[in-house]
């Protein structure tokens, strides 16, 4: 168990933020959405995803937004590539990880990639293989690592064998993620702790959703079984349409406050975090923001109005 | 470290959600929520408090809610008594069991009830022993017992001694109240680790608030601590009414859900706890609902347009 106090955030806002969203949004924007989440400690940034751009529109500009962005002082980009393809268009633009997404039930494959689940794993450890022939770092996405819309419940072995696969193929960083949002902090902490059986923990990152308000509370059951990396999205930005109120992602601003109030360093200013999500709400046109950043919202009105 | 499954939640919307609501709520109207929250398996319901009618109008009708609840098939009552006169009217009203509030720092004592930390202590040891001598259990809270918005952080050593003290006096449950919910989850382990050295964690309950969102991962926090009784509001009624979306107590179904997921029993029905945050929306005229809640909205809207 590590007694490490620092919490390690890859921000994904970039990408798993406004991958979904329908309207494009400009490069220049990305941009300076970019350089603001920077200027609030958020180096580590997966910024798109090197896809075909009829599949995703909205992040055609792969190539162009990481080249422009490589330079900035202190980022570190990562960008999703999902073949062979995307990895080799990835590397050439200058990305400095790489990330990868396997499933971890057959049916999400298929519907996924259109491929089952061995076929995909396959895939995987190329996409990693050809990232570390270039001594590109990368990450392995477990997705639905906790519940599967179409499997139902996913046993935790099957999450531990696929990840200690990724890593003996490269992967130089896991990242468990519960796509759907479905798992509670007793999951967490069960794969948690049966991945860390065997897998140091600093190579364990989580990427959790907020769907049904478990979000932190399955972030505390990580750190508690000493996890140190998360992923999370400034304004909890990728929230599904249908859900006001029920975010999708993980707000970075909540997950900065409850690791900080723990005594835990994130790197993270969080006036400037706000700045960063009040621009994502101007260019996306979407309420966002975390709980944290309502009630610092309502201090600020409470004072206003002479209120305590 | 217990390894009991059971969570035992006490719901106190009728008490700590309508105490702050500006219009009076009919009796007829609190004794229909009151049934509802009972049909969804909250017996436990903190339900008034027997305070001056002129310092809180909204629970002067405090001995006719109990007199005509308590006879309801396998409710519990409980109901606040700040002083002597509270709990021989509450008693008389036949309460099943009496809560007092101790404040944690001398400063929340002055301003919430004209007293020093010392003189409340002694009022409150006189309310346990006057519940005792008529054989009534009684509840004893330790409120701001994180953090005190006079004094700043709390000392977990003094929580732990007004703790004990309580317990001398006869208490038999002690409730920590994050009452401004400034507590984090690393906060709650601490506090819970400390009073669990000295007192058996079946005689500890916490009372959370998810003013800034960690509400379910403190409680999560406490569970893990080896805390098996909570208080909760059903739809977090009690918010500030200057936060939308930074809801005041902790939800009810939100708790559940958690706590649920994990493998743990609360006894509740959800979705007739929805039927009672739907009743408590129409007459408080507030939007309510947890955020597990606004995902099971989303659900059935999903569902009704199509989408996954």
């Not at 162009?64 to 999902?82: C, D, H, N, T």
């Not at 689940?117 to 995987?124: E, G, K, N, Y």
């Not at 999500?277 to 004072?303: C, D, H, P, Y």
């Amino acid at each position: 168990m590590t007694t490490d106090r620092q919490i390690r955030i890859t921000e994904v806002a970039l990408r798993d933020g406004l991958q979904g969203h329908a309207t494009l949004i400009p490069t220049e924007q990305k941009l300076e959405l970019l350089s603001l989440l920077l200027a609030a400690g958020l180096s580590n940034l997966e910024a798109t995803s090197f896809v075909s751009p009829k599949a995703v529109p909205q992040l055609a500009d792969a190539e162009e937004l990481i080249s422009r962005a490589r330079g900035l002082a202190g980022v570190r980009l990562s960008a999703l590539a999902p073949n062979a393809r995307g990895v080799e268009r990835a590397i050439a633009s200058g990305v400095h990880e790489v990330a990868v997404v396997l499933s971890a039930t057959d049916t999400m494959n298929r519907k996924n990639v259109g491929m089952s689940l061995h076929q995909a794993t396959v895939a995987s450890e190329d996409v990693i293989r050809r990232a570390a022939s270039h001594h590109v770092p990368s990450r392995a996405y477990i997705s639905v690592a906790f519940e599967c819309p179409f499997e139902g419940t996913v046993r935790p072995e099957v999450v531990v064998l696929l990840a200690r696969q990724m890593l003996e193929a490269g992967a130089t960083e896991l990242v468990i993620a519960d796509t759907i949002g479905a798992a509670g902090p007793a999951q967490v902490q069960e794969l948690c702790g049966l991945l860390t059986e065997s897998i140091p923990s600093d190579r364990i990152g989580l990427h959790l959703h907020d769907t049904r308000g478990l979000g932190l509370a399955n972030a505390w059951a990580g750190i508690s079984a000493g996890i140190r990396r998360f992923d999370s999205s400034a304004g909890g930005l990728g929230g599904c349409p249908f859900a006001p109120g029920a975010a999708g992602n993980l707000a970075t601003e909540d997950l900065v406050l409850m690791a900080e109030s723990g005594g835990y360093t994130t790197g993270v200013n969080l006036p400037a975090l706000y700045d960063a999500v009040q621009f994502a709400s101007q260019i996306t046109g979407r309420e966002l923001g975390g709980r944290s950043m309502s009630w610092a919202k309502t201090r600020r009105n409470a004072a206003l109005v002479g209120s305590s």
